[in-house]
Nanobody, 120 residues
Framework: QVQLVESGGGLVQPGGSLRLSCAASGSILSAYTMAWYRQAPGKRRELVAG???????NYADSVEGRFTISRDNARNTVYLQMNSLKPEDTAVYYC??????????????WGQGTQVTVSS
């Protein structure tokens, strides 16, 4: 069974920085596209940033230039460096990954979410 475990959320002042981590564990053959989503209260879940196993990245317009997604393929871990944080970045952040597990099946997995609160 594959699990995604996020860490690194918390409370930060506007203009501050946080780094989120998401580690995939279990029987993993290959991890393909990994991504971060977020969901603010009363809003729909939205894509924040994604990264392929080759390193190609894409970002939501609202975070372009402030957030950086990266990954460590050897550790099946994806990171999200968040700089110049704004109150509107407050949300629960979720890790998402397409992973081929030991069964050979490619499946999509979600983490449990980590709260990021930007407030003075």
């Amino acid at each position: 069974q594959v699990q995604l475990v996020e860490s690194g959320g918390g409370l930060v002042q506007p203009g501050g920085s946080l780094r989120l981590s998401c580690a995939a564990s279990g029987s993993i053959l290959s991890a393909y596209t990994m991504a971060w989503y977020r969901q603010a209260p009363g809003k729909r879940r939205e894509l924040v940033a994604g990264i392929t196993n080759g390193g190609s990245t894409n970002y939501a317009d609202s975070v372009e230039g402030r957030f950086t997604i990266s990954r460590d393929n050897a550790r099946n871990t994806v990171y999200l460096q968040m700089n110049s944080l704004k109150p509107e970045d407050t949300a629960v952040y979720y890790c998402n990954a397409n992973i081929k597990g030991g069964s050979g099946l490619l499946r999509n997995y979600w983490g449990q979410g980590t709260q990021v609160t930007v407030s003075s």
